[in-house]
């Protein structure tokens, strides 16, 4: 079985979450912060679009029982990218992208645990390709943020920026409260 990856995700190992994490599954769905959770029994992925959101939501896992990184290596929790996969040496999952209902048209990224036997995609409740990020992904560098987009405005969850480049508003969806400054992530 398999998840979907978009944006930066936050995946932990299910039998972590049973065996480490504080109060449990229902505790661990009560802390995520959006509607991205998406699970295949052996695997959770949670979506953020700012690394500063992602880092909030894995020390609020570690608080609670889960550990991130030990000696250079994923433990219970590994960040995955959009485009580059794990963001530190991880032995327990894998990544790759696969063409979605065999379109090369609808390629996105994925991750299972090694090992995993099962070919079956899940994706958050109500999730679609034709408004996805696996369609629409732009990513901008940190410290490039400044260069090419500018604040506009927030909209309930939403930061809204100028794209420099393309005259149009871009959307980054937050989970904390937000400063135009730790904008970089995904456009």
């Known amino acids: 079985m398999a998840v979907l990856i978009e944006a930066i995700s936050v995946v932990v190992r299910v039998a972590s979450i049973h065996d480490a994490f504080a109060g449990g599954w229902s505790a661990f769905e009560e802390l995520i912060p959006n509607a991205t959770l998406c699970c295949d029994n052996e695997i959770a992925r949670v979506g953020f679009m700012v690394p500063a959101d992602a880092e909030s939501f894995i020390n609020k896992l570690e608080s609670k029982g889960l550990r991130f990184i030990v000696d250079g290596e994923s433990v219970h929790i590994v960040v995955m990218e959009q485009n580059r996969g794990p963001m530190a040496k991880c032995t327990w999952?894998?990544?790759?992208?696969?063409?979605?209902?065999?379109?090369?048209?609808?390629?996105?990224?994925?991750?299972?645990?090694?090992?995993?036997?099962?070919?079956?995609?899940?994706?958050?409740?109500?999730?679609?390709?034709?408004?996805?990020?696996?369609?629409?992904?732009?990513?901008?560098?940190?410290?490039?943020?400044?260069?090419?987009?500018?604040?506009?405005?927030?909209?309930?969850?939403?930061?809204?920026?100028?794209?420099?480049?393309?005259?149009?508003?871009?959307?980054?969806g937050r989970t904390r409260d937000s400063k135009a400054d730790d904008a970089c992530g995904c456009a």
Not at 117 to 130: H, I, K, N, V
Not at 134 to 141: M, N
């Open 93 to 172: 999952a894998e990544f790759g992208h696969i063409d979605l209902d065999g379109n090369p048209d609808h390629r996105i990224a994925a991750c299972r645990l090694i090992d995993s036997g099962e070919p079956q995609l899940f994706t958050p409740a109500g999730w679609e390709y034709e408004s996805s990020l696996s369609q629409t992904y732009g990513f901008v560098p940190e410290g490039l943020s400044e260069k090419s987009l500018t604040f506009l405005r927030r909209e309930g969850g939403v930061d809204v920026y100028l794209n420099a480049m393309t005259g149009k508003e871009v959307f980054i």
